[in-house]
């Protein structure tokens, strides 16, 4: 750039441009990252465990653990934990001023002088079932379990740390523990899959969207950091953007014939305030976008599973109907058998019975675990439903606000049927339907 484009402090004030935009970025990741972050919170529908189905999910149980650790510094039994000690000291240092002279302070500070921690798997349960969470990869949110200052003429001193002091040592240490102990409520976001033994599912790392969070303070206290965190980043970015305007204003002077100096730096101003905005904008639009797409695409994967609920119903239930009707039909005949040999031998001159043994019968027992398959599969059709229901909710809600339902809907999102559109399958084998 000219000199004839640049004021006296033109040579620093670009150099503050760049910083003020760099800064301002910065802020504008922060603003992005958790805004993203509370918009997913608030699509992603918690479920109770029985209704967890593949995928990223959001739930809440209780605690357990059939072996659980036994945290360092409280002695509570938990599935994670984490401790520090940090010595206190006090020092004498020697600087030199502005002066040149050479001068003595004394400074206070802490360094750690032990720490340690450890994690584990849990199994969370509800009130519908329980469900195995694998924590490698999971981030946590604890809660203080101990917090405590000890002197050396506490036992506590001595006996969770190294004797060793650091230089300058007040002969104070603070300990301090967080955990997550057995029996607490957790809330768990992250990616439900099935076990490896393919018998039920755990939560798990892995998701799309790299999230898994065990937590101890519910969802609501991390959608409000959330959102707090993006308006302070949305806030801070302006304003440093703004500055950056301001000095760009202040070192550059526009060479067009009658505009003076102050309207230049005041289009100069507006212009950089309105690239900014140009910027937040089109993020924004494609975060309404984004989340809109993985909240329909949520949706579909919703009904496809209520597509399978309702023809494992058709295909399994009448098979074990029959099944059942066959066996109590047997034992039936059985019984009948029975009774017409009993009968006959009743009679005098056509045979005698010297000992009965009769077959174990078990079609009682068919009739509950078909009961209890009937229990089960209605269950599970009821908390697929409820998903979809929840889904579709979530994705109606958002084609509905304005102005995020028009940016999905011109970017490509449309809307779901007006309802479920698949109907119950017709059963596996039509030409044996079960009798009655």
């Not at 230049?264 to 494609?286: D, R």
């Amino acid at each position: 750039m000219s000199a004839g484009f640049l004021g006296d402090s033109g040579e620093g004030a670009l150099p503050a441009l760049a910083l003020g935009w760099f800064v301002a970025l910065l802020f504008l990741w922060l603003w992005w990252s958790r805004t993203r972050f509370a918009r997913l919170l608030k699509d992603i529908p918690s479920t109770p465990i029985r209704g967890v189905f593949v995928g990223l999910v959001e739930t809440s149980g209780k605690v357990e653990h059939d072996d659980p650790m036994i945290a360092t510094l409280s002695g509570l039994p938990c599935v994670h934990y984490v401790w520090s000690v940090s010595e206190h000291w006090r020092r004498t240092q020697t600087y030199k001023d502005s002066k040149g002279r050479t001068q003595t302070r004394v400074v206070h500070g802490s360094d750690v002088v032990a720490s340690g921690g450890e994690s584990s798997d849990l199994r969370l349960r509800d009130a519908t079932g329980a469900i195995i969470v694998r924590s490698l990869g999971a981030s946590w949110t604890p809660v203080g379990t101990f917090a405590r200052s000890a002197t050396r003429g506490d036992a506590l001193y001595h006996t969770q740390a190294p004797d060793r002091v650091v230089a300058g040592s007040t002969g104070r240490r603070t300990f301090s523990e967080s955990a997550v102990p057995v029996g607490y409520t957790a809330w768990v976001i992250g990616n439900a899959r099935v076990r490896f033994d393919g018998l039920a599912l755990e939560i798990g790392s892995g998701a799309d969207e790299g999230i898994f969070m065990i937590s101890l303070a519910g969802e609501r206290s991390h959608a409000i950091t959330a959102r707090v965190l993006a308006w302070l980043g949305l806030v801070l970015g302006t304003a440093c953007a703004g500055g950056a305007g301001m000095a760009l204003a202040t070192a550059v002077r526009l060479p067009i014939d009658g505009v003076d100096e102050r309207t230049g730096s005041i289009v100069l101003a507006s212009a950089n305030l309105a690239l900014w905005l140009l910027v937040v904008g089109g993020m924004w639009a494609f975060i309404v976008r984004n989340g809109a797409v993985r909240v329909r695409t949520r949706w579909e994967r919703a009904a496809s599973l209520m597509d399978v609920e309702l023809k494992r119903r058709a295909d399994l239930i009448p098979n074990l109907v029959a099944v059942t009707r066959g066996g109590a039909a047997h034992e039936a005949a059985v019984q009948r058998a029975m009774a017409e040999l009993r009968a006959g031998a009743a009679s005098p001159g056509v045979f005698g019975i010297l000992a009965e043994r009769y077959p174990t019968l078990r079609a009682d027992g068919a009739f509950l675990a078909l009961q209890r398959e009937l229990t089960e599969t209605e269950s599970r059709i009821a908390q697929s439903r409820t998903f979809e229901i929840q889904s579709r909710e979530r994705l109606l809600e958002r084609l509905g606000t304005f102005p995020e339902g028009l940016i999905a809907r011109v970017m490509g999102v449309s809307r779901p049927p007006p309802s479920l559109a698949s109907p119950a399958p017709r059963p596996s084998s039509p030409g044996n339907p079960p009798p009655g």
